[in-house]
Each structure stands twice: as C-alpha cells, then as structure tokens.
C-alpha cells in the first residue's frame, strides 16, 4: 500500500523565494510539501477583462517536477498563506483540490485516491488571532479518512 511510503515535509518559508527555491530543488525525494507563506510575486501583466489597462499576474513559484496546489490566488490584496507541491512522480493518485470542503484563505485540503478509497491532506496556516480555528470550530464537517493535518502555528499563549 502506497500510504505507508509517502514522504511529508511542512516548512514555512517566511515569503523567501529563496528558500522555495532551495526545498523544490533539493527535497526531490519527498511526495508532499506543505508550505506556509509562500512568496507571491508578480510574473507578468496581462490585459484586462475589466479596464483598458493591463494588470499584473501574481503567482507563486512552480517547479515542473512538482505540480502546485493554491486556491485561487491574489484577491484585493489579500496573499494566501498556504500552498502544497505534490511531487509528480506520485501523480497516479489523481490529486485534487477540495475548496467546496474548507472555503477558508488560511485552509487547503486535497483528495487523492489510494486502493480504491478517497483520503484527503489538509495544509493550515494559523495566525496570532486564531481565525482558522475559530472556522474549524464554527464549520460542520463530515469527512472521513483524513491522512495528515498540518499546521503552521503561531499561535500565541494569552493565559
């Protein structure tokens, strides 16, 4: 069974493209990498569909031995702080993201099909005030064979 084989590395990059660069060069031997603050950069203009002037293209950095999962990227101004690279050698496993799950920015979760069963991944990025717990505690979820939770937590003590 391919579960018991998969690698998993979680590292929050502080918005350094440097060090993304470094991990999806060097951690070839990973399945997953969860990553937290991601550096989102501008990669081009492009026209349109609302002004006649061009706006800007804001992505993070892809790789092509690894295929990137994100929700939709840049809302006013809004960067999201969780990203996931599922190796491509491990492809086979039809991953997919599941916003319709989580419809939350600091929250991704995707499925992958293993022996015939469904299992889902979920990458969760917390900040000092709590945001993505208090969704967790107000959102009714029904999900079943949930292989990894991770979490980036700065969260602070306030007792």
Known sequence: MIL??????????????????????TYLSFNIIFIQEPSWSVICSIL????YEEEELVEVHNHSNWTTFSRNSVQAGIFLRVIT?????????CFSLQNDIFNHKDILCISFFNSGSIFFL???????????LKYFKDTEVNISNVLIITENFSIKNSF
Do not use: P
Not at 12 to 19: A, E
Not at 85 to 93: E, G, P, R, T, V
Not at 122 to 132: R, T
């Open 122 to 132: 979920i990458n969760v990025y917390s900040n000092s005030s709590q945001v993505d």
């Open 85 to 93: 690279y599922i190796n491509i050698c491990i492809s086979f496993l």
């Open 4 to 25: 018991k084989n998969i690698k998993i590395y979680l590292q929050n990059i502080w918005k350094n493209n440097f060090i993304i660069n470094i991990i999806l060069e």
């Open 48 to 51: 349109s569909f609302t002004s």
